[in-house]
């Protein structure tokens, strides 16, 4: 099992980026899937997770700025962060739950520039 996190990278302030996680293995159609974060010195904390049936937890700090996706036929989730702020600066972690076991994809660094 295997979730693969790409799309980070450097922006400047009120830019967009779009984070992918693609799932492989046994992990087929994940219960939950989505994206949680953890800044410098801080805890990990949620951006937000999907329901294999639609549902969506945002963090407040997200709502109206990101968006996810998924494509439950393929196991893939996407994040579209549209007006950065430096505050979003973290490594982006991708997780999937299914029959409640968690699973967790590498990091992908997300910087943002004031």
């Known amino acids: 099992v295997q979730l693969q996190a790409s799309g980070g990278g450097l922006v400047q302030a009120g830019g967009s980026l779009r984070l992918s996680c693609v799932v492989s293995?046994?992990?087929?159609?994940?219960?939950?899937m989505g994206w949680y974060r953890q800044g410098p010195g801080k805890q990990r904390e949620l951006v937000a997770m999907m329901s294999s049936g639609g549902t969506v937890n945002y963090a407040y700090s997200v709502k109206g700025r990101f968006t996810i996706s998924r494509y439950n036929a393929n196991s893939t989730a996407f994040l579209q962060m549209n007006s950065l702020k430096p505050e979003d600066t973290a490594a982006y972690y991708c997780?999937?739950?299914?029959?409640?076991?968690?699973?967790w994809g590498q990091g992908t660094l997300v910087t943002v520039s004031s």
């Open positions: 997780k999937g739950i299914r029959g409640g076991v968690v699973y």
């Open positions: 293995g046994s992990i087929f159609n994940p219960d939950l």
